[in-house]
């Protein structure tokens, strides 16, 4: 039991050489992702690290990661397989004429097809298999990362596709057979909450969901990200963006912002937040002009706010 | 161990979250793996894998601190065995018999007979002297589980289980004897032991008063919502009204759900033959991309009129919630309501979450008398560029118009051009045509003219409507 706590917190030691500062929630999922061997799906608003949790886990475990990015219209000839129509061609015109050979001196067609039966099916086996990131990342010799990004984007019937490798780790392709993993890879799905995901692929999963994190931990990222940061501005910034959270916004500034932020601010060389500074520098943070024109009157009690926050 | 998960679980459950049985082995997996020893661990541990949505991660939070901080307060002697607990149990249990021995010290004969009790070997609740704490707790807890508490559903079984486990815990053989004691002579005693009854009495129904609150009125929760469904919604007390948002919005899940696999299995069409052999000519006409034939369909628009003059104004509420929850499936609906004029609220009801929206348009527009003419015709007048014959308009009301103008010719050019006219009434058959309801006149120019007093009613009709649609 306390071997468990002692685990996580190595974890999350590990997780922050890679500059990934994870909540302990966080690092249980994945440590009982790893026990468990099943695919975690992360849910939250944009922008909170979800996939840079994946590139971090795959630098940590030091294994390759695969990426598949969902869209609309994905499908199976892009997420999972497809056959190398050209090479198959090639062999064909290249083949013809052992073809004629075998076909020789057979007499009528019905004898013809016989001996063509004789051939396994050569042009769909694995040697004209051109595998997609889901099929690379089952392949893969040493194990692997497997990141399937915005979930939500893709459509219904992709969900189902996924399913089967969610649960067994392994695909069925029609004309081969059932391909299981080498090593069974680490999954990692992420989702925007969009639409709902269908409970089928949920009940596959462990679930987890990263809001936006505590003014301590965002702290602390901001410094493994931009460690250049004077700690005074540091704070300052990152009480500023929390209390810009509390506004209603179209779309909140998320963690990518603030550090973007933090990283626009030290190209200014600037050591604590003045208005005519945030002015300028607010579209780094707020993406929508709505937001920029609610928050700008308040500016000023807001810069107040943080520097008292400082003290 | 896994006696607690499974009633943890349990407990979820009756907080609706749907646990499968798959999930309950991977929080096994999970409790072994990490111990219950830190609860922070196990509440993130468990989360993962019972709490699948953002919403229900606030249920399991809150079931979570429930369940664990109850057990850890209360639960003496609950099947846990959890070591942390029971470690913390014995020195109160022990306290409290040091306790009971100055009591005794204080007042001599008490204490005599309360030695001589718990020599005994009845199951009349003996060494816990005085009705004090833990102990009796302990035993009524004991008991509790045996006559089966966890399976306390209703309100009205708490009368039942308190026998039960008044039973088990030997009432009957204890009352007899108070009775013989006080024919004896005995009153000290007798009431010695009638205290320790009352207080193992208090003990017995906070026990089940808690489960029931574990419980959380589960099954009396089914059932309200089965009735919500099937009664009148112009009948409704208030304070029902206020639970059927969520009730809607589950109904409205389904539908949605149902529809849309029916949508995406009719997608794929048949091989597209003359593409493909094009196509494919560069390969020598071998087929190795392959194209189909694929269906265009012509996404339909919906038009939703809502009376919400004080007549009927809840029950458009209900029908205006249950077109917000549809919009999954339905994005090309467009909400108008009306008094007098007919105003257009689609705008309104995708800014705001439903239950703000529909208060705005209450006070902005609400609660006037309906006057179905001008209503009409400015609805006409609103949409009839829009309407050709993959239109879908659907009209909520009563059709009583207080005898002004009915806006009849409006609505029979609405029923030319929109492919389907639909008019949902409230009203039960037997009261249309009565008085000033004009709803005779409206038959003639709508499709179907149906009446939907109740949610299920409206689930039914709005089922149809959708297969139709598709």
């Known amino acids: ?299 000023h009690s807001l810069i107040k706010k943080s520097e008292s926050g400082l003290l | 161990m896994d006696n607690t998960l499974l009633q943890f679980i349990r ?48 249920t399991f939070a809150l079931c979570f601190e429930q369940f664990f901080h109850l057990d850890h307060s209360q639960d003496a002697s609950s099947s846990d065995s959890q070591a942390a607990n029971t470690e913390q149990n014995l020195p109160s249990s022990e306290q409290a018999n040091e306790g009971e021995g100055e009591v005794g010290d204080g007042d001599g004969q008490a204490s005599g007979e309360g030695q001589g009790d718990s020599a005994m070997p009845g199951k009349g609740g003996g060494g816990g002297g005085g009705g004090q704490g833990s102990q009796t707790r302990a035993e009524v807890m004991r008991a509790a589980a045996e006559a089966g508490i966890e399976n306390i559903q209703f309100r009205t079984q708490r009368g039942v289980f308190r026998r039960r486990i008044l039973d088990v815990l030997g009432d009957k053989q204890r009352q007899i004897e108070i009775q013989a004691l006080r024919e004896a002579g005995n009153d000290e005693r007798a009431n010695w032991l009638e205290q320790i009854r009352d207080a193992q009495i208090a003990a017995v129904i906070d026990v089940i008063n808690r489960q029931l609150l574990l419980n959380n009125d589960a099954s009396s929760r089914a059932i309200r919502d089965d009735i919500l469904q099937n009664s009148s919604l112009s009948a409704m007390e208030s ?94 609906t467009r909400c108008f309501v009306f008094c007098g004029r007919s105003i257009e609220v689609t705008d309104l009801f995708r800014q705001y979450p439903a239950d703000e929206a529909l208060a705005i348009v209450q006070q902005r527009h609400g609660l006037g008398s309906s006057d179905y003419g001008l209503a009409l015709n400015t609805f006409r007048d609103q949409i009839a560029d829009k309407l050709n014959r993959r239109s879908c308009v659907i009209i909520l009301g009563d059709g009583r118009g207080n005898g002004g103008d009915t806006g009849i010719a409006a609505l029979r050019d609405i029923y030319h051009r929109a492919r389907l006219v639909l008019w949902f009434n409230p009203e039960s058959q037997f009261s249309w045509n009565t008085g000033d309801s004009e709803i005779r006149r409206y038959q003639s120019a709508a499709h179907y003219v149906a009446e939907c007093g109740s949610l299920r009613k409206l689930e039914r009709l709005l089922d149809g409507l959708l297969s139709l649609l598709r």
């Open chain 1, 1 to 299: 039991m306390s071997d468990a706590r002692k685990n996580i917190d190595t974890l999350i030691a590990q997780l922050a050489e890679q500059g990934y500062i994870a909540s302990s929630a966080i690092a249980t999922t994945l440590y009982i992702a790893q026990q468990l061997e099943r695919p975690i799906l992360i849910e939250g608003p944009p922008g909170v690290g979800k996939t840079e949790l994946a590139n971090a886990t795959a630098a940590m475990l030091n294994k390759p990661m695969f990426r598949l990015q969902c869209y609309e219209g994905l499908d199976e000839s892009k997420a999972l397989y497809d056959w190398k129509y050209s090479k198959q061609l090639l062999y064909v015109q290249v083949l013809k004429e052992q073809l004629q050979e075998i076909l020789d001196g057979a007499e009528g067609l019905n004898s013809a097809v016989e001996r063509l039966h004789n051939f396994d099916d050569i042009f769909y086996s694995e040697r004209f298999l051109e595998p997609r990131p889901l099929l690379k990342a089952l392949q893969s010799d040493s194990g692997a990362v497997l990141l399937i990004d915005e979930i939500d984007k893709a459509d219904y019937e992709f969900e189902s596709l996924l399913l089967e490798i969610l649960a067994d780790f392994k695909v069925t392709l029609p004309e081969i057979g059932t391909l299981s993993a080498v090593h069974k890879p680490l999954v990692i799905l992420t989702s925007n909450n969009t639409r709902d995901l269908s409970d089928a692929l949920k009940r596959r999963c462990l679930h987890l969901y990263i809001p936006f994190p505590e003014a301590k931990l965002e702290n602390q990222i901001v410094q493994s990200r931009v460690p250049e940061v004077p700690e005074a501005l540091r704070r300052q910034l990152v009480d500023f963006v929390h209390s810009v959270r509390s506004f209603d916004l179209k779309k909140q500034p998320a963690i990518s912002e603030t550090i973007d932020w933090a990283r626009s601010l030290l190209l200014l060389h600037s050591d604590s937040l003045s208005k005519q500074l945030v002015e300028d520098t607010l579209n780094v943070l707020l993406k929508y002009e709505e937001d920029i024109a609610m928050v700008t009157p308040e500016l």
């Open chain 2, 11 to 58: 407990h979820l459950r009756h907080h609706g979250l749907p646990v499968s049985t798959a999930e309950t082995l991977d929080a096994m997996q999970v409790t072994a793996a990490l111990g219950y020893s830190d609860p922070i661990l196990l509440r993130d541990g468990l989360a993962s894998c019972l709490a699948k949505t953002v919403d229900d991660n606030d």
């Open chain 2, 239 to 332: 304070y029902h009204r206020e639970r059927l948002p969520p009730l809607i919005r589950k109904l409205a899940k389904k539908l949605a759900s149902r529809h849309r696999q029916r949508h995406r299995h009719a997608r794929k069409g048949k091989l597209d033959l003359g593409k493909t052999l094009r196509r494919n000519i560069a390969y020598g006409g071998i087929p190795f991309h392959r194209f189909w034939k694929t269906t265009r369909k012509d996404k339909s628009e919906i038009f939703v009129l809502c009376d919400i003059s004080g007549s009927v104004s809840a029950w458009s509420r209900v029908l205006l919630l249950f077109m917000q929850a549809l919009s999954d499936v339905l994005p090309s």
